[in-house]
């Protein structure tokens, strides 16, 4: 294959791009990681009442009891449906829930 | 659609799972990591049955990508004979299709797991390329499950971080994908730099 100055330019322009690109998302990625460890993960409307007990470590009973919810066995409603079915926003339905877990956590020993 | 996504995985488990990863695998652009890490979640939390996410998780994958192959295999190859000159002659088509019989199996078992975004596009090349479909669907099973494993295992080590993770592993991936490019790019450009020697 014949060896041309456009061919070295373009090689090498692209291996200093991909290797600017192997920088950038190794850093991002290093500096989620860094953020793993911080703060609660944000509630979403997707999330079910006992998938946000499991992830902030309360008692799910606590968090059905501030949404006025009978605790049933196998409630994997999502909260916007709970929401729907209260007839109010899920930005309401997710602040009782911060409420509830801030109140629990206070509670604990 | 994200939302939906992840309120349909929450409420039906496994068959919402078998249908996404389907979509996603058969070229749909669906955030199907998260998804799988979030299942790794719900299966430590004892919403999902390990083994039924697992092999719906991997079930679904093979489908879509055996869809992928099958549009490549039977719709792209008609395009490629309309367009083989223009990609360089049949020869040069050939040569292609040598390349992926011998390097094949690589290119399917690692974009089912460590550079995923390629993945779609592997399918389709691998039906195009006419590779073997008993030899895709080996590979193609081996590097799904090690996928479905991964991303499901670090989604139950992690399950009350998982949206946090997410974002760490899209950065990893792409971060592969940047490394295969400097490996290839770096082996083309010491083959090409490297001065020739004299002949004897």
Known sequence: ?109 | MREELLAALSQYGSPALFVIVSAASAGLPLPVALMLIVTGSLIAQGVMDAWWAIGLGCAGSVVGDMIGYGIGRFGGARLVRRFSKAMGGTKRVDQAKKHVRNWGWAGVFFTRWLITPLGPWVNLASGITRYPWERFLLWDVLGECLSVALYVGLGWAFSDRVMSLEPIMGELTWAAVALVAVVLLGWRAISLWRPKRPAE
């Open chain 1, 1 to 109: 294959m014949p060896r041309t100055w456009q061919q070295s330019l373009g090689l090498g322009l692209a291996l200093a791009a991909a290797l600017a690109l192997l920088f950038v998302f190794s850093y991002r990625a290093a500096h989620h990681l860094r953020l793993l460890h911080g703060d609660d993960e944000p509630i979403h409307g997707w999330m079910s009442v006992p998938f946000v007990a499991h992830t902030h470590h309360v008692p799910k009973e606590v968090l059905f009891d501030a949404l006025g919810v009978d605790p049933r066995q196998r409630d994997h409603r999502p909260l916007r449906v709970i929401a729907r079915e209260q007839k109010r926003p899920v930005e309401t339905v997710i602040h009782d829930l911060q409420n509830a877990i801030t109140k629990a956590r206070g509670k604990a020993p």
